[in-house]
């Protein structure tokens, strides 16, 4: 049995290629693929924007880069009895939605699932928007983990049984049922790693650009954990993992390490759990097994950590001697009232220690602030401002400012209203009422800090200046974006708008 995988468009938000179009390399899409193969399945993999990330077609406000749905057609193998759409990210929504209904379009379709990302803050929980999907043309749903709800479904329609047939299974969703509560989390030392021979991984890397800062030629992604167990009220993240930590052995994690290192030749990895260091001892562990394996790598917490869990400088200084690179934290908001609010714990002078401590040991740091959540004065975000003054002289790299966006799956959405598509829940939402009020403060904020850092670090600031216009070798993400948003910007000026 062939079950083919798709990775749907890449979306951009034209007014705003800075904040969005952001390159998230498919892993939890890739590690489903392998555990397919595991069991015996045929696996194919058609990642329309991988395929082609320099060809463009606009859409409205959106730049929608990849394939077209013809051109994802022809890439299904014929003997395909199952495909599998990965929702990756709430921006592509509108692509994922134009995949479904090319699908269904043809002559005889194929059973068609939706996989959840259960394992990323900038995707979206399918539970709250099932019906549309269904609407659309899928024929189900898969929650959670997909090596579990997803290979149950497979191995029913090998079994030579039909989808109108198919029984309540935990973490499925159809149109006539809605699952019966979450599955079971898979063991993940067991699980196999992640088949990224599937993927067009030459055509990533030539971008020189992904979520984290790309240094070296060649990177790959990696989940060492999965789950966060804080219940931040904007964020998806307890919908979708049901705020439980499950980690993965240091010794299973440096294994792939070394296997990634010499099937695919890579020696930088971008960390993308939700909260990799919530156990320090396991970060320790994994810092002792890669130095004394010897391995010449690079690895950068890209998509953020608890900072409160990395305990003190004594596991900053194993970090950094085991090849970390940089490290994302969010702090949120300089406003203790919004962070109560938020329920976002969050230790400033713990933070601050961290922070000089990562500098003095060369790795790079990142502060991510959101604004805009509800309730938030003019004086929350002047306090926000005093943080990030305060953090600049502490010695932070860069700092991201995302916008409040009531993401499917969050305790917001249930009261979001004024978008025309879940794709305008990214981080730049131009549909809410104060959008330009934020946006001025935001775009004031990012220059008053770059004023800050020349003042307190100016040599930080001409070597990021020197890696952007001459290296092309990232170390912040600062230095990356406005590249990055250069090549989306001449991609948008050549694409054909859409009728």
């Not at 995949?99 to 269904?104: D, L, R, S």
């Not at 993940?188 to 599937?198: C, K, N, Q, V, Y």
């Not at 131009?430 to 800050?452: I, Q, V």
């Not at 912040?476 to 708008?497: L, S």
Request: some cysteine; charged content about 20%; hydrophobic content about 40%.
């Amino acid at each position: 049995m062939r079950i083919t995988l798709i990775n749907p468009n890449l979306v951009v938000q034209q007014n705003d290629p800075l904040t969005t179009g952001i390159v998230y390399m498919p892993v939890t899409l890739a590690s489903f693929a392998a555990s397919l193969m595991a069991t015996g399945l045929d696996v194919s993999v058609v990642d329309t924007f991988g395929l082609a990330p320099r060809h463009g077609r606009c859409q409205g406000k959106f730049l929608l880069l990849g394939l077209d749905p013809q051109q994802m057609l022809r890439q299904i193998p014929a003997d395909t009895q199952l495909i599998f759409i990965f929702a990756n990210q709430v921006i592509n929504h509108v692509s994922v939605v134009q995949c479904i209904e090319a699908i269904k379009g043809v002559r005889q379709p194929w059973p068609l699932g939706i996989l959840e990302n259960a394992q990323a803050v900038t995707a979206y929980a399918l539970g709250p928007v099932a019906e549309e999907l269904f609407h659309h043309g899928a024929d189900l749903a898969v929650t959670g983990d997909p090596e579990v709800g997803g290979i149950a479904v497979a191995q029913w329609l090998q079994a030579g049984h039909g989808l109108p047939d198919l029984p309540p299974m935990a973490g499925v969703l159809t149109p006539s049922h809605r699952g019966s509560g979450r599955n079971s989390p898979p063991d993940l030392d067991s699980l196999p790693f992640p088949a990224w021979e599937l993927f067009p991984l030459a055509n990533y890397w030539s971008l020189r650009f992904a979520h984290g800062p790309q240094s070296r030629q060649r990177y790959l992604p990696m989940q060492t954990s999965r789950g966060c167990p804080y219940p931040c009220r904007f964020c998806v993240a307890p919908a979708t993992t049901g705020r439980r930590w499950r980690p993965r052995s240091a010794q299973r994690v440096v294994e792939e390490m070394v296997f990634l290192q010499h099937r695919f030749g890579v020696d930088e990895f971008h960390i993308e759990d939700l909260n990799p260091t919530m156990s320090d001892q396991r970060i320790r562990d994994i810092c002792v097994e890669i130095i004394e394996k010897k391995l010449n790598i690079s690895w950068k917490i890209a998509a953020g950590t608890k900072v409160e869990s990395i305990k003190d400088e004594t596991t900053v200084g194993l970090m950094a001697a085991a090849g970390c690179r940089y490290v994302s934290i969010s702090p949120e908001s300089g406003a203790e009232e919004m962070l109560k609010a938020m329920h976002k714990p969050f230790k400033l002078n713990h933070a601050m220690k961290i922070i000089g401590h990562m500098k003095a040991h060369g790795i790079r740091s990142q502060a991510c602030f959101v604004l805009g959540f509800p309730g938030e004065t003019s004086d929350h975000r002047r306090q926000t401002r005093d943080l990030v003054h305060t953090l600049t002289r502490a010695g932070v790299d860069e700092i991201a400012l995302f916008m409040i966006t009531p993401t499917p799956g969050s305790e917001l959405f249930q009261e979001a209203e004024g978008f025309d598509s879940l794709s305008d829940l990214n981080f730049t939402p131009t549909w809410r009422p104060d959008y330009a009020e934020l946006n001025h403060f935001r775009k004031r904020l990012y220059l008053s800090f770059l004023l800050w850092k020349f003042r307190y670090h100016p040599f930080a600031i001409l070597r990021q200046t020197f890696n952007f216009f001459v290296r092309r070798r990232f170390e912040t993400k600062m230095e990356m974006v406005p590249y990055r948003a250069m090549v989306w910007k001449w991609v948008g000026r050549k694409c054909r708008p859409e009728a």
